[in-house]
């Protein structure tokens, strides 16, 4: 079973590491980023460089473009 706990209070880490050190528990750190915390940092980078509609289209007709030319010599082979 796995709980996820935010410490508010020293004292509280300070008796985590006691039932850690009886081995009542395990303990494990956290140091990644969750995917919402990246979603966050990349859309805020979005803001600074703000990108055109038809820059989208633009790009979106190419990937289309290179996708349907893979497929046509695909099916020629």
Do not use: C, H, W
């Not at 880490?13 to 009886?22: A, F, G, H, R």
């Not at 995917?35 to 859309?43: Q, S, T």
């Amino acid at each position: 079973m796995t709980f996820k706990v935010e410490i508010l209070d020293p004292k509280a880490k300070k008796l985590l590491l006691e039932m850690e050190s009886q081995k009542l528990i395990s303990l494990t750190e956290e140091n990644e980023k969750s995917f919402m915390d990246l979603v966050k940092r990349i859309r805020k980078r979005g803001l600074n460089y703000p990108i055109e509609q038809n820059e989208i289209i633009r790009e979106v007709e190419l990937v289309r473009g290179k996708r349907y030319a893979k497929k046509k010599r695909q099916g020629n082979n």
